[in-house]
């Protein structure tokens, strides 16, 4: 994971400076090794990055035929289900570009044997990922590693099925081991119900446990400026 940096961008301005991120980087992977493995995460934040993903000029930056894309976390819905991570990244992103449809590694997390499932889309991870997107919940929970979940001490297996406080509670995600590995890591957070949150989590010696976003704490933070309210000083905020 490359040294954290906290980047605080206005609301309007936000999705296009993380999708910048995202193409530039995946771009970068490409050049340097001839593919990118590009890992997105759900929820409403991602969702207008990966729109402006789709849309030109940066659409056009990126040879989607060189990209695999992998899931941080999904769950335990259809591929067209409403509340899937899929079928929002598909209309959001998937479907607008030239990717290789075999290069679109989803996350079975429906079927009825998820530990199954989670094993086998383990298998299917590259042992590190070039692009990793994040999003970050008023809980402090990362993918779908929620506060006090047993998945966060996991250390050797690298998706696993879990149980969320909230519907739809059976899903599946990434590990610790699989954010600690990434390249490239950003985390995108909007909203003034975050901000405590952020705090937390972007504060040294956070627990985890108790704020799983800290897991990131290394990574490119996208923030906007509802979200940066309580940055203490010395955070590495840096205005855009």
């Known amino acids: 994971m490359s040294r954290r940096t906290v980047t605080v961008v206005p609301s309007a301005d936000l999705a296009r400076a993380v999708a910048g991120w995202i193409a530039a980087r995946t771009v970068a992977s490409i050049a340097e090794g001839g593919f990118c493995a590009l890992a997105l995460s759900g929820g409403r934040t991602p969702r207008p990055v990966y729109e402006a993903l789709a849309t030109p000029p940066l659409n056009a930056t990126i040879d989607w035929a060189c990209v695999d894309v992998y899931f941080a976390d999904e769950r335990a819905v259809p591929p067209d289900d409403p509340d899937s ?15 290789l449809p075999g290069r679109i590694h989803r996350m079975p997390a429906e079927r009825l044997d998820r530990d199954a499932a989670a094993w086998e889309y383990e298998r299917l991870l590259p042992p590190r990922l070039d692009v990793l997107v994040l999003g970050m919940g ?4 990362t993918a779908s590693l929620f506060p006090g979940s047993a998945a966060l001490a996991e250390r050797e297996r690298r998706v696993v099925p879990v149980t969320a406080p909230a519907p739809p509670t059976r899903r599946m995600t990434i590990t610790p081991p699989v954010i600690a590995a990434a390249r490239h890591v950003a985390v995108v957070v909007a909203g003034a119900d975050k901000a405590a949150m952020v705090a937390r989590a972007l504060a040294a010696g956070a627990d985890p446990a108790e704020v799983p976003a800290h897991l990131a704490a290394g990574a490119q933070w ?10 203490a000083p010395g955070a590495g905020r840096a205005d855009a």
């Open 85 to 99: 991570n899929y079928r929002m990244a598909f209309h959001a992103l998937l479907g607008s570009v030239a990717l």
């Open 138 to 141: 008023a809980d402090g929970h």
């Open 222 to 231: 996208f923030l906007d400026e509802a979200a940066a309210t309580l940055l």
